[in-house]
């Protein structure tokens, strides 16, 4: 079936909607792990929040369909981050979500969460090239790691790099927890809520049943955000989407893996209610750029059946978005709006950095002291004009080629309500996906993810 495995097998927390008009101190828009994180975080240091998620449930947006891979490991990232930025700058980065790791694992129960290694394996001269570039990079970093020969996993591989004591996580699981510790610390969390107006200059909101939420400080935890386009973040993030598989297996791996090989390919295993599974994910391409997306779909599975000689029961899609020097965008939006603050980038790696974003944004909002150099490091604000520039050229250009060549080839198809680009139909998904921002609708244009807020309109 087209679900993920986690919602398929976990039951989320029922939430109220929001019906009645209300006013906050701070208000959080998306109810994912960096949403609910942060609102219990910010609740437990006395702080009156409302939390709005557009779906009927929690983590059933980006979170819900992750791999639930909670680790500082994130690919072949170090050796980019040193040379995109410095060598203090990635070691920051690997400090803080080392520490998001070891703080899950002391406040998750047990469980929701499993201690695992982390492996990066290669199959190629190439990738074996460019594992022990990032293992260099590990030296550099002081980052404990280990080149191994060995692995679980039912195929050769050349060569492995091994990050120890890294989590797992069941996402569904960890938001239902952080539902039941954010109400106990005094949040007010509401599902089946869309925002579908900010009116950032009078600090107030309005939902599609039209109720208002006052506020001081606002908090965009919606993957895309809504108003990311103040300060210019809407052309500075690329939108990916990746494809999981999934499958019953007679024991679990003691590590979880990732190929640097193209295609590249996720590989981690899980227990749900005594039964064993086994998540295989990859095939990544630009989002909304095309309709038939089931080949992609078939790749994984065919897969699946010749290493792990199973048939995957589950099959799911998800969005990632990344930055321009790969670090997310975590902080204040724009110097022109200081109560408006954004999570967003996490480049698929979303488990450990919103766990890094709910203790910055917490401390951000409550004066409390964040991890040095974390605000600079994270801000949305950085200057970084060149690979901007760049990223805005690339992103905004094809934006631009979309919404003049979509009225060409798809006169037909639904407008997407977010900025007029022709969505294209998703065969495998069941979706209306838009090639701009990334933007889904189901069958009957009911918006799935943003940033656009409204449904679209079929003749």
Partial sequence: MTQSLWLATSESVSLPSLTDSTTCDVCIIGGGLTGLYTAYVLAKAGVDVVLLEANTHISHGTTGHSTGKLTAQHGLLYANIMEKLSVEEARLYYQLNQLAVEKALQLLPKESIQQVDSMLYC??????KQL??????????????????????PFAITKALSMSHQAQINPVSVCNFLVKKALSMGARLYANTRVQQLRLAQNDLHTENKMSVQYNKLILGTHYPI???????????SNSRSYMVA??????????????????????????????????????????QTTNTEPFYDAIQNEMKEHFEQEPLFRWSAQDIETPDMVPYVGNIS????????????RKWGISNSFVAGDLLSSLITGAKAEDGATALYAPTRTKFGAQFMQMLKVGGFVAKEFVTGYVKHANAPTCTHLGCKTK??????????????SRFNAQGEVLEGPAVFPLKLE
Avoid at 123 to 128: D, F, S
Avoid at 227 to 237: N, R
Avoid at 256 to 264: E, G, I, N, T
């Fill in 335 to 346: 110097h022109s709006t200081p109560n408006v603050f954004i999570a967003t980038g996490y």
């Fill in 247 to 288: 499958s019953k297996i007679s024991d679990t791996f003691h590590g979880q893996y990732l190929s640097v090989d193209f295609p590249s390919r996720s590989i981690r295993t899980t227990t749900i209610n005594d039964e064993h599974y086994i998540l295989l994910g990859g095939a990544n391409h630009t989002a909304g």
């Fill in 425 to 438: 139909w998703n065969d495998a998904d069941e979706t209306w996906d838009c090639p701009c921002h990334g």
């Fill in 123 to 128: 199959q190629t001269k190439e990738g074996y």
């Fill in 132 to 153: 022990l570039n990032e293992w260099n990079a590990y030296k550099v970093l002081n980052i404990k790691a280990k080149i191994t020969s060995e692995t679980e996993l």
């Fill in 227 to 237: 108003e990311a386009f103040k300060g210019l973040q809407l052309f500075k993030l």
